[in-house]
């Protein structure tokens, strides 16, 4: 059979051409099995699966813009369910057999190393680019993306009632109108991982649902690193580690922490349940303060980039050594070039260009410069100054001035595929295999 055959039977008809993707699915899975694991093949073997999974790729492409709508609002109940993407896209596989992985295939190749995947991110990169590309579907996803999490609901009365939440890597204290976000990944320098990337999304939920809190500040925990042991460090940006190993998810972390956690900070939540009480408060946002010591590394800058006001060590360095990854870096190439202009954002992510607290370039991204032992108190006064419905209200505004949700998803649409593609490149596995043992942790 010729894969690429069915791509000119795409009717137009929704019946017909999702049974036109589920052979040709099966045909392509049939064509897979019969080679030997990843790890095994040779070059040959490789480029026969490749051959094998690019034109039902393109199939899935076009199936998705004949039919994308539709697609959505069948797994959404007409757009009344509000699933975030993992569920989105099992749905998707449950409802249109082979349009993306279904539930078994996504456990196998979860528990495998990233070089012995085969790559089914880039299945779900397909899809989530059309999502994301049609404002209407784009639209829906994104306010399902900054719904507040179930877990954040289940925590938030013990949080109301005591001001403290230790989530694992992520800890919460209530101070006064001001909320303190520690990141506390301790052992390995806040290296961002699943783990990490879904405590914090949780932590901005409970702030941003508290009552009582109106600011919140982000700030490192002293370090458990030998390297660092007893200071402070913001963020050391993805653990690469865990990168080798398989363990970061494209869904809930390449792409979620985007969508999710990075669009709370900066847009808040998105609280419109159709009832008349949401109204008119369709966004419950609210200033964040970052405090950084020692650095902010790769997703530890990223996240200054989504924050009101930044407070920095004289001692500390931002970098976003995307090069050195070998993937894209969040919305840092849509967001820095608005803040640096397009020269100065090549330096920085493409020649992996350091910036110095004292460089005349860090107060593009950071408002204060401070003695170390004087950043969190610099931080607090910040947020308290901060702590106003009206900074609310404008901030918000301004974003809308800055960031219109339109520009912010088409860069999404593009960014899920594009990320999807760099996961599994080989020259990422090839960068990222040196993480497996050694090396820096995020």
């Not at 019946?15 to 099995?33: E, F, G, L, M, T």
């Not at 458990?224 to 869904?251: D, M």
Request: with cysteine.
């Amino acid at each position: 059979m010729h894969v690429s055959s069915p791509a000119a039977r795409l009717t137009g008809d929704l019946v017909a051409d999702a049974a036109v993707i589920r052979d040709a699915a099966a045909a392509c899975d049939d064509r897979v099995a019969a080679l030997p694991p990843k790890p095994a093949r040779t070059p040959d073997e490789q480029a026969a699966a490749d051959a094998a999974h690019r034109p039902v790729r393109s199939l899935r492409a076009g199936f998705l813009r004949r039919h994308g709508r539709a697609v959505y609002d069948e797994v959404t109940a007409g757009r009344a369910l509000r699933p975030r993407l993992a569920e989105l896209a099992v749905a998707a596989a449950e409802r249109f057999p082979g349009l993306a992985p279904d539930r078994t295939r996504l456990a196998a190749e979860e528990a495998l190393p990233q070089a012995h995947k085969e790559g089914l991110a880039i299945d779900h990169g397909v899809f989530f680019r059309q999502m994301l590309a049609d404002p209407e579907t784009g639209g829906h996803l994104l306010d399902s993306m900054r719904a507040p999490t179930a877990r954040a609901h289940e925590l938030l009365p013990a949080f109301a009632r005591t001001g403290e939440l230790d989530l694992g890597t992520v800890r919460v204290a209530r101070e006064g109108a001001t909320a303190q976000v520690t990141l506390a990944n301790t052992d390995c320098l806040n290296a961002e991982t699943n783990e990490l990337a879904a405590d914090l999304e949780t932590a901005v939920d409970v702030v941003l649902l508290d009552d009582a809190v109106e600011a919140g500040v982000l700030r490192g925990a002293e370090m458990a690193h030998p390297r660092y042991a007893g200071r402070r460090v913001f963020s050391a940006g993805i653990n690469l580690k865990h990168l080798h190993a398989g363990r970061i998810s494209y869904l809930d972390f390449l792409l979620g922490r985007e969508l999710g956690l990075l669009s709370k900070l900066r847009r808040g939540l998105w609280c419109d349940d159709g009832t008349p009480d949401a109204w008119p408060h369709l966004d419950l946002a609210k200033p964040w303060v970052a405090a950084v010591d020692t650095f902010a590394i790769g997703g530890g800058m990223q996240i200054l980039l989504a924050v009101d006001h930044v407070v920095a060590g004289d001692d500390v360095y931002f970098s976003l050594p995307a090069a050195q990854e070998g993937i894209v870096p969040g919305m840092a190439n849509f967001r820095l070039t608005a803040l640096f202009g397009g020269r100065l954002t090549r330096q920085v992510i493409l020649d992996g260009r350091r910036i110095g607290a004292g460089d005349p370039e860090a107060r593009l991204v950071c408002d204060e410069v401070v003695a170390p032992a004087a950043v969190g108190d610099a931080a607090a006064a910040a947020a308290e100054r901060l702590a106003s419905p009206a900074v609310a209200v404008n901030r918000r505004m301004i974003d809308l001035a800055e960031e219109p949700p339109d520009r912010f998803r088409a860069y999404a649409a593009d960014f899920a595929f594009a990320q999807a593609l760099r996961l599994h490149s080989a020259d990422v596995l090839t960068k990222v295999s040196r993480f497996s043992l050694a090396g820096r942790a995020g």
